[in-house]
């Protein structure tokens, strides 16, 4: 089982050198991944979490000058308020300059008020989600010249270059919990990327996706906040001492997950390089890959 870390591109923690410090510590530590949090526009009322947000593509530029192998993530992209060819260039541009590093979890969103900021519509986001995706696809292809035809999105003999390091585009992951995503993740992606509370709702997730699945690679990798403790805080997903975490995580494994990114919420950077370190070292062993 692979792991990434969130970093703290959001809230009151969120400065140019948390970011950069524990992007840093992540890839010294050995950690797969590194990962930002997406918002553009969240109205006053949603923005008690996410209202300061360093921006997802700026930041992953930034960092792919700045580490050398580490993979950068976004989870999750909200992808119908975006220009999906807009979204395609930027992605391939930084993974040509990050040497084929990016990974992208793409979600529909839940704030009305964001949408509407941007102006896009908030009740046809799923369909467009859809197409969006099929979008995407179609462009990393690897064809110079690309045209597409749908209900949301057209264009015509688009000159697309560079097309992305990675053959065939970054890897795609669904995010959300709900059937329809996962049933969108097993359509048009390579991975589902949700927010599990146990690992029993996870294995039946996944008991129902198997016949569409059948034997392709597919990654289920569950984001999840994580707090080192006497004993496992219920607010928390995955909390505890390291024994508590490999016994929860191994679980989930069995469920049918195959990767973990990790959002420590703490207060200092040098609690959460205490508790990377820790995770790295006393729980990371215990878990096959």
């Known amino acids: 089982m692979k792991f990434g870390i969130v970093l703290p591109n959001f809230g009151p923690g969120a400065t140019r050198l948390s970011i950069i410090d524990t992007a840093l510590a992540a890839e010294g530590l050995g950690y797969d991944s590194v990962w930002v949090t997406d918002h553009l526009a969240l109205p006053q009322e ?3 979490r996410f209202g300061q947000i360093y921006e997802t593509v700026t930041t992953l530029s930034f960092l792919a000058g700045s580490t050398r192998h580490i993979r950068l993530g976004i989870s999750a992209l909200v992808l119908p308020q975006r220009n999906p060819v807009e979204v395609a260039k930027q992605l391939a541009t930084l993974d040509v300059l990050s040497g084929g590093r990016v990974i992208l979890a793409a979600g529909i969103g839940w704030s009305q008020g964001e949408y509407e900021n941007l102006g896009y519509t908030f009740r046809d986001r799923g369909r467009r989600m859809d197409e969006a995706l099929k979008v995407l696809r179609t462009l990393w292809r690897g064809n110079k010249i690309v045209s597409f035809q749908g209900k949301y999105y057209n264009f015509n003999k688009v000159a697309f270059e ?4 990675q053959s065939g585009g970054p890897p795609i992951w669904v995010a959300g919990d709900s059937p329809a995503a996962l049933k969108r993740a097993i359509y048009y992606a390579d991975g589902w990327h949700p ?3 146990t690992p029993q709702d996870l294995a039946n997730a996944m008991k129902q996706a198997q016949t ?3 034997h392709r690679p597919f990654t289920v990798c569950l984001r999840m906040r994580a707090a080192f403790s006497a004993q496992p805080d219920p607010e928390i997903q995955l909390s505890g001492t390291p ?6 995580l191994k679980a ?3 469920a049918g997950a195959n990767y973990g990114i990790l959002y ?3 207060d200092t950077q040098a609690a959460r390089e205490r508790a990377m370190q820790t995770f790295r070292k006393e729980v990371l062993p215990e878990l096959a890959d």
Request: without cysteine.
């Open 243 to 248: 024994a508590d975490m490999v016994a929860l």
């Open 195 to 197: 927010h599990m509370r």
């Open 212 to 214: 569409l699945l059948g």
């Open 162 to 165: 560079p097309q992305p390091l």
């Open 264 to 266: 420590f919420p703490v």
């Open 252 to 254: 989930f494994q069995e």
């Open 46 to 48: 949603d923005a008690e």
